[in-house]
Each structure stands twice: as structure tokens, then as C-alpha cells.
């Protein structure tokens, strides 16, 4: 789920459903930050509760890649439009190992 915020921020969360209800697991944030488009992430239990960056690769035409090659895992976080109402989502750790996803538009 994402929301704008003003007109240079988007902030959202990924979440999982148990038993019909949304269980959150983990808060989103992207925004300029020191002249780059940065994608932050907070998992809750995780990092003593302190978000992850992550800076969009700007030479990475083929998807919005946001990486930050020092974390553990993942290292890439990457999102590829595949129709109007459909992106997918990579989420990749070394030799771009990972797993992926289909979000869709509510």
C-alpha cells in the first residue's frame, strides 16, 4: 500500500493477511534525501526498529532498482511496471538471489 505525501514523498507499508486481517510487516517511505531518490524500510523486531536505505539507481533503465550493496538482504529492491494496475517486485540479496512478487492496484 503507498500514499502520496505533498508532492515528493511516498509512504506506505507491506503487510500479509492472517485470518482476514492485515498484518503489517514493514513500513515504506521514499523521498529525495541528500539530492537522490531514497526507499526507506522499517521491519519491526528488526534493526532495533531503525529504517534501511536504499538510493534509486539511476543507470538501471529496465525498473526502478533501489540498492544498497552493505545490507545483508536484501541488497536490491526493484520494481518493474507490468501493465496499468500491475508491478512487480524483486527483492534480491547476493548474485541477485531472492524472491519475487505481483503487486496490484486496489
Not at 11 to 25: P, R, S
Not at 42 to 69: A, I, W, Y
Not at 72 to 90: A, G, H, M, R, S
Amino acid at each position: 500500500m503507498w500514499e502520496r505525501v505533498g508532492s515528493s514523498e511516498l509512504t506506505g507499508f507491506a503487510y500479509k493477511l492472517v485470518d482476514g486481517q492485515k498484518n503489517i510487516t514493514e513500513t515504506l517511505r521514499i523521498k529525495i534525501e541528500g539530492g537522490s531518490i531514497v526507499y526507506q524500510a522499517t521491519v519491526p523486531d528488526q534493526n532495533e526498529g531503525v529504517s534501511v536505505s536504499f538510493v534509486l539507481n539511476e543507470s538501471d533503465n529496465s525498473c526502478f532498482s533501489f540498492e544498497n550493496k552493505k545490507h545483508d538482504f536484501p541488497k536490491k529492491n526493484q520494481y518493474k511496471k507490468v501493465t496499468k494496475t500491475k508491478l512487480e517486485i524483486q527483492v534480491l540479496g547476493d548474485q541477485d538471489k531472492g524472491f519475487s512478487f505481483v503487486q496490484k492496484k486496489e
